[in-house]
């Protein structure tokens, strides 16, 4: 569990507060959700993370973690090490 908040002020004044919760249901599978309070406007995301080979996730993303508030979206992420 972390939580971060951040002050910011470029092209006017901007406040940052985000909560970040993630529980392991196994060493493959996990459950995460980041909660993000910004200049008055509240956003959310549920993410799935499941481990398909070593060192490469795979992500299931509920919510936009880049949009300034809450939007219906679904999206699959992979990230494969170099």
Known sequence: MGLSSQFLWHKGRRRQHILTLNYDIT??????????YRD???NALVTYRQVVRRGMDA?????DP?????E?????KVIVPL
């Not at 880049?66 to 809450?70: D, G, I, L, P, Y």
């Not at 219906?72 to 699959?76: G, V, Y």
Request: glycine content about 10%; proline content about 4%; overall charge positive.
């Open 27 to 36: 060493p493959e599978r996990g459950l995460g959700t980041r909660l993000i």
């Open 40 to 42: 008055s406007k509240f």
């Open 59 to 63: 992500f299931i993303i509920v919510g």
């Open 66 to 70: 880049n949009a300034e508030e809450m």
């Open 72 to 76: 219906k979206r679904i999206l699959a």
